[in-house]
């Protein structure tokens, strides 16, 4: 039979049921036996039944309230931010990066005149045209111009505010007798050369048409 002081040091680990089996059926018979050491073990349950039920208090809610409202409005905002960024990143490439434009998509116009190059590109479904160039300088003379051109025209939906139009022209003023212009496409790319061109007073207003099928050579009006 345990003693009352031991009983009662053990009170503690009997309430939270941490005893081993053995000390355990010591503790309840003594409880049993000592109608001190049972009122003691009640009255140190009630505090902790007290304290478990006892609801939390209100600044504790709405703390909690006010943490679960800010979590769900930054989630919110991300949402939204993701959303925006997507949207951004889609008119970004439809109205300003476009798309790589394939030969059926252009109209091409090619002739010389009083040795400058021109070239008129006119997209068939009303696209805007932007274009990428890069040049192949003649260093060695004395006002350096292209010998070789790179065109890589882009589509990009009609932009109300920045009209770029359908049609661009652009004037070329030959570095080297075998200058050449090359219009890559995304299914393949023409290059123009010098014979490929026709001098315009000498054809009486006719041009060459860079189509699918090749160069062809249109007659005036």
């Given at each position: 039979m345990l003693k009352c002081h031991i009983a009662r040091s053990l009170l503690p680990s009997y309430i939270d049921d941490v005893?081993?089996?053995?000390?355990?059926k010591d503790v309840e018979e003594h409880l049993e036996g000592c109608a001190e050491c049972a009122a003691a073990c009640e009255e140190m349950k009630r505090p902790a039944e007290a304290e478990e039920a006892e609801p939390p208090p209100?600044?504790?809610?709405?703390?909690?309230?006010k943490l679960r409202r800010?979590?769900?409005?930054?989630l919110a905002a991300c949402a939204a931010l993701a959303t925006l960024v997507v949207a951004a990143g889609v008119c970004l490439k439809l109205f300003v990066l476009g798309w790589d434009?394939?030969?059926?998509?252009?109209?091409?116009?090619?002739?010389?005149?009083?040795?400058?190059?021109?070239?008129?590109?006119?997209?068939?479904?009303?696209?805007d045209?932007?274009?990428?160039?890069?040049?192949?300088?003649?260093?060695?003379?004395?006002s350096p111009r292209p010998t070789r051109v790179y065109l890589r025209?882009?589509?990009v939906l009609r932009n109300p505010f920045n009209d770029k139009g359908s049609h661009t022209q652009?004037?070329?003023?030959?570095?080297?007798?075998?200058?050449?212009?090359?219009?890559q496409y995304a299914d393949g790319e023409t290059v123009w050369n010098s014979h490929d061109l026709y001098d315009f007073d000498d054809i009486r207003r006719r041009f060459i048409v860079s189509n699918e099928d090749g160069l062809t050579l249109l007659p005036a009006d």
């Open positions: 005893l081993d089996e053995e000390s355990r209100p600044k504790e809610i709405n703390y909690l309230r800010r979590k769900n409005i930054i434009v394939q030969k059926h998509d252009l109209d091409v116009f090619a002739y010389k005149e009083k040795g400058v190059w021109t070239f008129s590109l006119q997209h068939k479904g009303s696209r045209i932007i274009l990428r160039e890069e040049r192949t300088m003649n260093e060695e003379s004395e025209p882009r589509a652009l004037n070329y003023w030959p570095g080297a007798d075998d200058f050449s212009v090359v219009i």
